[in-house]
């Protein structure tokens, strides 16, 4: 158990974090993560300096790695829903080198666009980097749909 | 070779049609087309109401298909791209059965979102009809484009 991830830290009951272990649950199709606890759950999404240099700089993700990349966008996606009323719509495609393009849109309106590389990579140095990342994307998108409400609602 | 599709026939002068050969060339890394004329690479985009009788209506699609899929679309992105000066992105998604999304943005607008269904059944009855339902997607992305220039400009 990686040490970045304590159980009954006050960032696991945000809203964020709890989507987030929803998605992942979503993922255990075979119900064999059933007893375990979110941070456990959590614990593959963060790559502490030392767990990422363990990762080679070039490779190919595997199937588990970019489920969690969706979970991820997922879980914003979730968010903006939930914050705007209006239903996201997340899309993301990923080559098996690891790159690849994710975007989730909010009626006729992009509400996040992001290029994705180095998808064998992917994680946060902590939890709470994760939830910053997060909920960054979340106000920008946010505010998008805000200042443009009326291609939100088409 | 197919009747419906006549090599000299006004259509192939057209600029979705020229655009849909460039795309479909686009996909022969091999060079196995080289030689093949327009109308021979376009033939397999026609499927007369004989030949979608041979197709099963369950099926997955097999690369090639998928790949003309992805042609006709990339050559609405690329007439977009042409007529509104702006950069348009396709992105398309498709599960292994043949069910999927695409969408075609510009800054941040969606002009073109579709689901995807049945695509080893995909084809037209003739090239005319695909022609025309290209131009109709190409319209209907124009005028929103043009309504909501600001968004497509972003």
């Known amino acids: 158990m990686n040490d970045a991830v304590v159980e009954n830290a006050p960032i696991m009951d945000t809203d964020f974090i709890r989507e987030m272990v929803r998605q992942m649950r979503a993922l255990d199709s075979y119900g064999v993560w059933e007893g375990k606890s979110a941070a456990e759950i959590l ?3 963060v790559l502490t300096p030392e767990r990422k240099k363990e990762i080679p700089v070039v490779g190919d993700p595997d199937e588990e790695t970019m489920a969690r990349v ?3 966008y997922n879980a914003i996606s979730t968010l903006i829903e939930k914050e705007c009323g209006l239903m996201a719509v997340p899309m993301m ?3 098996h080198e690891g790159f690849g393009r994710v975007v989730i849109t909010v009626g006729k309106l992009v509400v996040l666009d992001r290029s994705l590389r180095d998808v064998h990579r992917f ?4 939890l709470s980097k994760m939830k910053d990342e997060a909920d960054k994307l979340l106000s920008v998108a946010l505010e998008l749909i805000g200042t443009y409400s009326k291609v939100a609602g088409l």
């Open 43 to 45: 614990e593959p999404l």
């Open 93 to 95: 495609v990923l080559s």
């Open 123 to 126: 994680g946060f140095a902590s």
């Open 70 to 72: 969706k979970a991820f």
